[in-house]
């Protein structure tokens, strides 16, 4: 492929930009960044490439745009939990310049059960909720021709591109496609040896493929400048598009409480999925949110998951305290797999029936909807051993338990995150109880002030724009095709 570059560059393929052949995939550029180390002047020969790449989908935009054709744009997820976008697929929805949909892939690399499972509820989920989505399965795998044909924009929800089928690869697209990488979560992870963002981004094709990625935190915008080959030049500052609608609720509802004179945040409920015993005044009980990550990798160093230990002390305390405190237990997306994969649980049958003890009780019951921002700003606490999750909680400034587990290993931003929760063991029982007995029940919660500063310093990105995530990304692609 590299040879296909170089015998393209002396016949001119690229001397006129808007004239490069389809025949220049995504997977040119992976060939040229898998082998620039092996290359005199590699790097700064892909870098050459990579203007050229993007340089062609800017122009393909702009002339569409030009044109009065519709830019087409395919928002790729294998899961409805996992996807970011939906603010920024309704402001194109609303454009008529724009007709974007969503395209659902399988996640191989696991039990078929879990692979269809997972692939049929998300496409339910994607067509209960009004977007246009296509599923990339029929009789067989589809690929991009079979989807709608090549798209002008791809917006990428997950890096690990490998865990799809390979036809619906990126790698497959023509130059002319741009890509965008929109994560659904913050980047906090370290390893011992501290190099897991060098590691990470140095050594992902993906990053250095994207045209844009949005970065949620400054902190983020700068380790891809750090470590990156194209050293920042294509990372967009514009927070967590995920966030942008817990941001939306929060705001909503300290209007409407401002409006009445009331305090901001007021405590009611709401009409998320809060289950209350018959008995029991809604008012007076506390929200909580049990919300445990899909890692389930006990030996990892790289794993946080404490569920292994706690998976049924949380069903004993939803039982003890079921007149005060009502439970919303939001599993990881991978917790199905994963706990029958790690041998928590004997099979998926198994774990269906533990989320089965969590609905039969009068105060708690599994979270259906992966839409949780109206769950995140209902809720009076999070505990979680998630710590992109915690991060994203610590918008609502609400107390957070953040249960550990010796491997952990977190960067600098991580490290200034958990100093705004509180901290647990994720096997100490007592402790774990004693924070819902003493913040949750008694209310002598002692770190608001360290919440507030947290939010404020790094996780409040509207704050030098007023602008949500999904507005800065719609600037951005609105400046390709003017070509501003």
């Known amino acids: 492929m590299i040879k296909e570059i170089v015998a393209g560059s002396d016949r001119g393929d690229f001397q006129k930009i808007s004239d490069i052949p389809d025949s220049y995939t995504y997977e040119h550029l992976a060939a040229l960044f898998a082998l620039k180390g092996q290359l005199d002047g590699g790097e700064l020969f892909y870098r050459q490439v990579y203007h050229l790449a993007m340089a062609r989908g800017e122009a393909h935009l702009r002339r569409k745009a030009g044109s ?48 269809v499972t997972e ?33 002008d924009l791809v917006i990428h929800s997950s890096s690990d591109y490998e865990c799809i089928p390979p036809k619906h690869h990126f790698l497959q697209l023509p130059w002319r496609c741009l890509n965008l990488y929109a994560p659904v979560g913050l980047f906090l992870q370290e390893n011992s040896g501290h190099t897991y963002a060098k590691d990470i981004i140095s050594d992902r ?23 990156g080959l194209l050293e920042g030049e294509n990372v967009l500052s514009s927070g967590l598009l995920k966030a942008d609608a817990l941001w939306e609720k929060l705001m909503a509802k300290n209007a409407e409480a401002q409006k009445n004179g009331e305090a901001q945040d007021p405590d009611v409920a709401s009409d998320t999925e809060w289950k209350y015993p ?29 569920f292994f230990e706690n998976a049924f002390f949380w069903i004993y305390l939803a039982k003890k305290y079921q007149d005060s405190v009502t439970f919303l237990f939001r599993p990881h997306p991978d917790l199905r797999y994963m706990t029958v994969k790690g041998g928590l649980f004997a099979s998926h049958e198994a774990y269906d029936a533990y989320l089965e003890q969590w609905n039969s009780l009068p105060n708690a019951r599994v979270m259906s909807d ?115």
């Open 370 to 484: 992966p839409e949780e921002a109206d769950a995140f700003r209902s809720s009076d606490v999070m505990i979680t051993d998630d710590v992109s999750c915690a991060g994203e909680y610590l918008v609502t400034r609400k107390p957070v338990l953040y249960l550990t587990r010796p491997q952990q290993k977190f960067n600098a931003l991580g490290e200034k995150l958990l100093e705004a929760t509180y901290r647990a063991p994720g096997k100490r029982y007592a402790e774990i109880e004693r924070f819902l007995t003493e913040v949750v029940l008694k209310g002598q919660d002692t770190m608001q002030e360290q919440r507030d500063t947290v939010c404020a310093e790094y996780l409040n990105y509207r704050s030098g724009t007023g602008k949500f995530a999904h507005e800065i990304v719609m600037e951005e692609i609105e400046r390709a095709i003017s070509g501003m």
């Open 68 to 115: 009065g054709e519709r830019i087409q744009v395919a928002f790729l997820t294998y899961s409805a939990a996992l996807w970011p976008a939906k603010n920024l697929y309704r402001d194109m929805e609303a454009d008529e310049r724009f007709h974007p949909c969503v395209i659902v892939p399988l996640r191989i690399g696991r039990d078929g059960t879990s692979i």
């Open 119 to 151: 692939y049929n509820q998300t496409l339910q989920w994607f067509r209960k909720n009004g977007f246009e989505v296509i599923g990339g399965l029929t009789d067989r795998i589809l690929g991009w021709n079979e989807l709608g044909g090549v798209p």
């Open 278 to 306: 018959e008995h029991a005044a809604p008012s007076k009980c506390k929200r909580v949110i049990i919300s445990p990550m899909g890692d389930l990798q006990p030996e990892s160093e790289g794993s946080c998951d404490t």
């Open 205 to 227: 094709d993906f990053f250095s493929m994207m045209w844009r990625i949005c970065a949620g935190t400054e902190f983020e915008r700068k380790q891809y400048e750090e470590y």
